[in-house]
């Protein structure tokens, strides 16, 4: 009895097992439902937008000039300002030469014509007396031609010695170098005692009425700037406004100006079209603001044409060329054509195709079709 024991129990166990399978639920089998994959939506707001263009450049001036002696001479006057960074005004003595070789030409340019201007008086009286013996017989014609030619000869002697004059008053006043405009000297070379040729460069200096930066812009980009492109008065064209920008003494400076011309060719190299902003008043700090000193290098924003209507979308929004994808009001998604204005990094500026209110994709999705249904992020967060 006791061996059989334990087969008793085992026994007992599979039949409790069999007891509770037979009675225990049944499993219903039932298909999986499948989940709308859960994305993000930006609401479109379509608005006006400025459009514009990022470039860079130098700062160089607009009128640039070398110093350059007129006349020969000992220099005996340097001015305080004729120095690398001086500032001068128009009309401001920069350089002096000394003047009594000058001085000494100039009397004698005077004398000379006061000289020409009697012979010439006693040419014409002579001519006169001539004509006057004739008429009695007492010359001949060959001597009142004589006469004549005098007069003649003296008329050109005086002409002669009224431009030697004119020439000595000029080089004289040569011998005071006189600043042509307001500007500031970039490079000088000449002090006092030195002797200094007409036609010999001293110097170089340049105007602060205004300066200029060359900026450079992609082909592309032209259609949304307002450009003096293809007419021959470019004054009188249209003009874009510039910020610049640059880094000055450690803090961030901003300066104001205008597209004033495109120069003639496409750089072969690039493919760019060069524009020429220009900035009035470049060293007038007004408000604490930094001087637009000549050689910074600066980053440029250049203020384009304004359009109404203009949808700004991320990148990821778009699927293919022109195509974005929409969810309607029963979260399906809907394929839409829109008109790509303009891609700039990573940002999408679209005009025709959608309305304010649009709710547009812009979650990566692998399988799509149109009419799928999804989930927005905002919609599962509630």
Same mark, same amino acid.
């Given at each position: 009895?006791?061996?059989?024991?334990?087969?008793?129990?085992?026994?007992?166990?599979?039949?409790?097992?069999?007891?509770?399978?037979?009675?225990?639920?049944?499993?219903?089998?039932?298909?999986?439902?499948?989940?709308?994959?859960?994305?993000?939506?930006?609401?479109?707001?379509?608005?006006?937008?400025?459009?514009?263009?990022?470039?860079?450049?130098?700062?160089?001036?607009?009128?640039?000039?070398?110093?350059?002696?007129?006349?020969?001479?000992?220099?005996?006057?340097?001015?305080?300002?004729?120095?690398?960074?001086?500032?001068?005004?128009?009309?401001?003595?920069?350089?002096?030469?000394?003047?009594?070789?000058?001085?000494?030409?100039?009397?004698?340019?005077?004398?000379?014509?006061?000289?020409?201007?009697?012979?010439?008086?006693?040419?014409?009286?002579?001519?006169?007396?001539? +004509?006057?013996?004739?008429?009695?017989?007492?010359?001949?014609?060959?001597?009142?031609?004589?006469?004549?030619?005098?007069?003649?000869?003296?008329?050109?002697?005086?002409?002669?010695?009224?431009?030697?004059?004119?020439?000595?008053?000029?080089?004289?006043?040569?011998?005071?170098?006189?600043?042509?405009?307001? *500007?500031?000297?970039?490079?000088?070379?000449?002090?006092?005692?030195?002797?200094?040729?007409?036609?010999?460069?001293?110097?170089?200096?340049?105007?602060?009425?205004?300066?200029?930066?060359?900026?450079?812009?992609?082909?592309?980009?032209?259609?949304?700037?307002?450009?003096?492109? *293809?007419?021959?008065?470019?004054?009188?064209?249209?003009?874009?406004?510039?910020?610049?920008?640059?880094?000055?003494?450690?803090?961030?400076? +901003?300066?104001?100006?205008?597209?004033?011309?495109?120069?003639?060719?496409?750089?072969?190299?690039?493919?760019?079209?060069?524009?020429?902003?220009?900035?009035?008043?470049?060293?007038?700090?007004?408000?604490?603001?930094?001087?637009?000193?000549?050689?910074?290098?600066?980053?440029?924003?250049?203020?384009?044409?304004?359009?109404?209507?203009?949808?700004?979308?991320?990148?990821?929004?778009?699927?293919?060329?022109?195509?974005?994808?929409?969810?309607?009001?029963?979260?399906?998604?809907?394929?839409?054509?829109?008109?790509?204005?303009?891609?700039?990094?990573?940002?999408?500026?679209?005009?025709?195709?959608?309305?304010?209110?649009?709710?547009?994709?812009?979650?990566?999705?692998?399988?799509?079709?149109?009419?799928?249904?999804?989930?927005?992020?905002?919609?599962?967060?509630?």
């Amino acid at each position: 009895m006791r061996k059989l024991l334990p087969l008793l129990v085992l026994l007992a166990g599979f039949g409790a097992a069999a007891l509770l399978i037979a009675t225990g639920p049944k499993v219903v089998p039932r298909a999986s439902e499948a989940v709308p994959p859960l994305i993000r939506v930006v609401e479109v707001a379509p608005a006006r937008h400025q459009f514009s263009v990022n470039t860079h450049g130098s700062v160089v001036p607009r009128t640039a000039s070398d110093l350059v002696p007129e006349v020969d001479g000992r220099v005996v006057a340097v001015s305080a300002s004729l120095v690398s960074g001086g500032f001068f005004s128009e009309g401001d003595e920069l350089l002096a030469i000394d003047r009594l070789d000058y001085e000494v030409a100039l009397e004698q340019a005077r004398a000379g014509l006061a000289r020409a201007q009697s012979e010439l008086s006693n040419a014409k009286k002579n001519h006169v007396r001539l +004509q006057d013996l004739k008429t009695r017989g007492s010359v001949s014609d060959a001597e009142v031609d004589n006469g004549l030619n005098q007069v003649r000869v003296a008329e050109a002697v005086l002409r002669e010695a009224s431009a030697r004059l004119t020439r000595s008053r000029r080089d004289l006043e040569r011998t005071k170098m006189l600043a042509p405009y307001d *500007g500031r000297v970039r490079a000088e070379s000449v002090d006092v005692g030195q002797f200094v040729r007409r036609g010999q460069s001293i110097g170089s200096i340049y105007a602060v009425d205004y300066a200029e930066v060359r900026l450079p812009v992609p082909n592309a980009d032209l259609a949304y700037l307002d450009l003096p492109l *293809g007419t021959s008065d470019q004054a009188d064209a249209a003009r874009a406004p510039v910020t610049l920008t640059a880094d000055f003494a450690g803090s961030p400076q +901003q300066w104001q100006g205008e597209v004033v011309r495109t120069e003639g060719e496409l750089d072969p190299s690039t493919r760019m079209v060069h524009v020429v902003a220009r900035i009035a008043r470049p060293y007038a700090q007004e408000d604490g603001g930094a001087p637009l000193a000549v050689g910074m290098f600066v980053d440029a924003e250049i203020h384009g044409r304004t359009l109404p209507g203009v949808s700004v979308l991320p990148r990821s929004a778009l699927r293919g060329d022109n195509r974005v994808m929409v969810v309607d009001a029963n979260n399906q998604l809907r394929f839409r054509d829109v008109d790509i204005l303009r891609l700039v990094d990573d940002t999408v500026y679209v005009g025709a195709g959608l309305v304010a209110g649009d709710r547009v994709c812009i979650s990566p999705l692998r399988n799509t079709a149109d009419g799928m249904r999804v989930r927005i992020a905002s919609d599962s967060a509630s």
